[in-house]
């Protein structure tokens, strides 16, 4: 079964820190990886994706993927307190027709 | 800005009852999602169109699951009878194709609440 495992399981940072998120997938065939970020009474908004090795950078949010070792992590610098939420791993293989396969996420707090 | 519309935001029915809820995908996405959050923040992908027809949905649990997304008319999941174990957040996403390169675009869910 294709799974995606997600750590920490919650996370608390201080305001203006940086944060780092984990995630590990089991299938190789998975080549499409996104960050979703969820708040409270919302539906889930993507962040970032990352198809390619290495790393992407949009604004304070950097991902990292490595296919080798099926890696990807998400780094938030300058932490914001509109940054707590729920933020998910997803992750999708070519012959999925894009359905996502969800990690359990990442509560973030951020304190002031 | 368009959005993805899910009506209505929440639900509760009794045990056996039917449940049916919509989505209105964003304007020019003819592709159409249905998940189900759980309490503990699971995902389950439940089924996905493009326009009219169904691309791939999983084993609709024992069939009391129906979906369809009409031309012209708001898409649409419906638990036949519903048991307290559907109680969950449906959240309805499109996107402007069935590719794994593009990104979802999800509603805020309809919370359904199963007595």
């Known amino acids: 079964q294709q799974k995606v495992q997600q750590s920490p399981e919650s996370l608390s940072v201080p305001e203006g820190g940086m944060a780092s998120l984990n995630c590990t997938s089991s299938?190789?065939?998975?080549?499409y990886f996104w960050w979703y970020r969820q708040h409270s009474g919302e539906g889930p908004k993507a962040l970032m994706?990352?198809?390619?090795?290495g790393d992407k950078k949009e604004g304070r949010f950097t991902a990292h993927l490595n296919k080798a070792s099926l890696h990807v992590s998400l780094h938030i610098r300058d932490s914001q307190p509109s940054d707590s939420a729920l933020y998910f791993c997803a992750a999708s293989a070519n012959y999925n027709q894009g359905k996502l396969i969800f990690g359990q996420g990442t509560k973030l707090s951020i304190k002031p | 800005n368009s959005k993805v519309i899910q009506t209505p935001r929440y639900l509760v029915k009794g045990q056996g009852q039917k449940a049916k809820m919509r989505c209105i995908p964003e304007?020019?996405?003819?592709?159409v999602f249905w998940y189900q959050q759980n309490k503990n923040n699971e995902f389950k992908f439940l089924i996905n169109f493009q326009n009219q027809e169904v691309l791939q949905q999983i084993d609709m649990t024992e069939k009391r699951f129906s979906a369809e997304c009409p031309s012209n008319s708001p898409c649409s999941l419906e638990i036949q009878s519903s048991e307290a174990g559907d109680s969950a957040l449906y959240l309805c996403?499109?996107?402007?194709?069935?590719?794994?390169?593009?990104?979802?675009?999800f509603g805020p869910g309809t919370r359904l609440t199963v007595l």
């Open positions: 299938d190789r065939n998975f080549q």
């Open positions: 994706s990352i198809f390619s090795d």
């Open positions: 996403a499109s996107s402007l194709t069935g590719g794994s390169s593009y990104e979802q675009y």
């Open positions: 304007k020019g996405h003819p592709v």
